[in-house]
């Protein structure tokens, strides 16, 4: 029987889970940041850069970075740093459990003295990685651990392998307005069946739908999402890549970032409640 195991991964610890299938995904302590997922029988579906850092305080290039408690620099949790401290601390490995035809494992995040430098929420995030077959769900559950209520945005940050972004095509999206981002933040509707890239592409989908297909030649990945009201596109292009000290210059070509996210309706957690988001990830291969 396969099992999920604490492994080095480039110098940090992680977390391997691996189903009876072979489906398996690896989760690094630092962040809590899902940096690998190879379906059953499959190949890797996350891009991960090589020049990412792989030490604490910097986050990983790649894989799912975890946002909390600040997508960005969304006026809310304004003391975090750009997109959160999240992906940028130490988590710890939590309850791991393997079924016949699934493995899934925990990661924890609380509060703690380090995190209040950052931001003075009181919270403890849970993110539960789960593969199963051709699919990955990922849901991450933030609680308000402290005496004071507060507002946070927050997203799963997912940058997805493909063979050549100019040929990759995100179906799925069409009249749904979008902020976007290489625009001065200027709102706009989506007219188009499928976002293509041939530029430098940031947009924020308002209340996106609960799935897209994202499609590159045969292999493509149907992404759900719950939770997250939001759905992020992102590619650097050229330029932009080439200022991201973490990417290789033709890094941008193999990445497209489809991120489940909660931005535009901020959410507000009083003592002791708690938000749920999830996204799923299904590799499909076309005949
Ligand atoms: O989610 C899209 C985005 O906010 C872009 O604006 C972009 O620059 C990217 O995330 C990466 O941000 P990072 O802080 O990881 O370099």
Redesign the pocket.
């Known amino acids: 029987m396969p099992e999920t195991s604490l492994i080095d991964f480039h110098g940090l610890p992680a977390l391997r889970i691996l189903a009876p299938d072979g489906a398996q995904a690896i989760v690094t302590l630092l962040g809590g940041h899902v940096a690998s997922w190879i379906p059953a029988g499959g190949t890797e579906q996350l891009y991960l850069s090589e020049r990412s850092a792989f030490e604490a305080g910097k ?1 990983i ?1 790649g894989g799912v ?1 975890v946002i909390f408690p600040r997508f ?1 620099t969304e006026p809310e949790a304004a003391q975090a740093p ?2 959160g401290f999240a992906r940028l601390v130490p988590w710890t490995a939590g309850a791991t459990r393997t079924g016949s035809d699934f493995a899934l494992g925990t990661v924890r995040l609380e509060s703690s003295a380090q995190t209040q430098g950052y931001w003075p929420g009181a919270f403890s995030l849970e993110l539960t990685v789960c593969v199963a077959g051709s699919r990955l769900d990922m849901e991450l559950e933030v609680t308000n651990s402290g005496a004071d209520a507060y507002r946070f945005t927050a ?1 799963l ?1 997912t940058y997805l392998n493909v063979a050549e972004v100019e040929d990759t095509r995100v179906e799925g999206l069409r009249g749904r307005q979008y902020r976007d ?1 290489t625009a001065g933040g200027e709102l706009r509707d989506e007219r188009h069946d499928a976002v293509v890239v041939g530029d430098e592409v ?1 947009r924020v989908y308002f209340d996106a739908p609960s799935s897209v297909l994202v499609r590159c030649g045969r292999r493509n990945v149907h992404v759900e999402q719950s939770g997250f009201s939001d759905l ?1 596109v ?1 590619n ?1 292009w050229e330029a ?1 890549c080439a200022s ?1 000290a973490d990417m290789p210059a033709n890094g941008f070509r193999h990445m497209l ?1 489809t ?1 489940a996210a909660r931005v535009g309706n901020p959410i507000r957690l009083a003592p002791g409640e708690q938000w749920v988001g999830r996204q799923s990830l299904t590799a499909l291969t076309l005949p």
């Open positions: 986050a290039r970075p960005g750009r997109h997203a940050h981002q940031d992020v992102w650097p932009k991201l970032c991120e």
